[in-house]
């Protein structure tokens, strides 16, 4: 059975720091994607980043960079210089990677606050 | 950019009606989802269906919940009878073949 762990419930930080989410997960499926989203507090789920099981290159995106650790099936996520509009819920999920339907399997979620 | 639509964004419904809810998928994915996020809680699979059937459901999905694709644009999550517990925001999402989701922005549904 898949399983994504989120171990951070809550972390607070002040705006401008660096901040690194953590995301474990847990698969047979040999091939599969992994995803980050953003959850703001108007509700809607907003997608981040998906990753697939063959890449393990690290990615960077602007203040967002993700890394992918196969080894230790972990693929975090760090924002950094950190903005107040970065406070939201932030989901990690995993799929099988297949051609057919993939359900989405979610991690529990942290809730980020950056305080000004 | 194509997009999932979902409605009504929030509906309040009576414990024992029954409640249908309406996702437009984008036109060219050929798989649907419904997936629930209880307030506070992960976002949690429901169902996924394809070729006008369910290819997978969660235990969550007993048989108080239905879903179907009348048309060649709707997919619709009926929940026949709700329960206080069913209150919950509900997800739609939608997929091409070889993965990539899209989801909708959600119905918040409080059942009272």
């Known amino acids: 059975a898949q399983k994504v762990t989120q171990a951070q419930t809550e972390i607070s930080v002040v705006e401008k720091e660096d901040v690194t989410l953590d995301c474990v997960y847990e698969?047979?499926?040999?091939?599969?994607?992994l995803f980050w989203y953003k959850q703001p507090p108007s509700g809607e789920l907003v997608f981040l980043i998906r990753r697939n099981s063959f890449d393990e290159q690290n990615e960077i995106s602007g203040r967002y960079s993700w890394n992918f650790q196969k080894s230790t099936s972990s693929f975090n996520f760090t924002i950094t210089a950190s903005q107040v509009v970065d406070s939201a819920v932030y989901f990690c999920a995993l799929s099988e990677a297949g051609r057919g339907a993939q359900k989405l399997v979610f991690g529990q979620g942290t809730r980020l606050t950056i305080n000004p | 950019e194509p997009e999932v639509t979902q409605t009504p964004s929030h509906q309040v419904t009576q414990m024992g009606q029954e409640v249908i809810l309406r996702c437009v998928p984008i036109s060219n994915h050929l798989y649907f989802y419904w997936y629930r996020q209880i307030l506070g809680q992960k976002v949690e699979f429901l169902v996924s269906?394809?070729?006008?059937?369910?290819s997978e459901k969660s235990e969550i999905f007993d048989d108080q919940f239905s879903v179907e694709r009348p048309d060649g644009s709707n997919f619709t999550l009926k929940i026949r009878s709700t329960k206080l517990e069913d209150s919950a925001m509900y997800f739609c999402a939608s997929s091409p073949w070889g993965g990539g989701y899209t989801f909708g922005s959600g119905t918040r549904l409080t059942v009272v």
């Open positions: 698969t047979r499926d040999t091939t599969y994607y």
């Open positions: 269906f394809y070729n006008n059937e369910i």
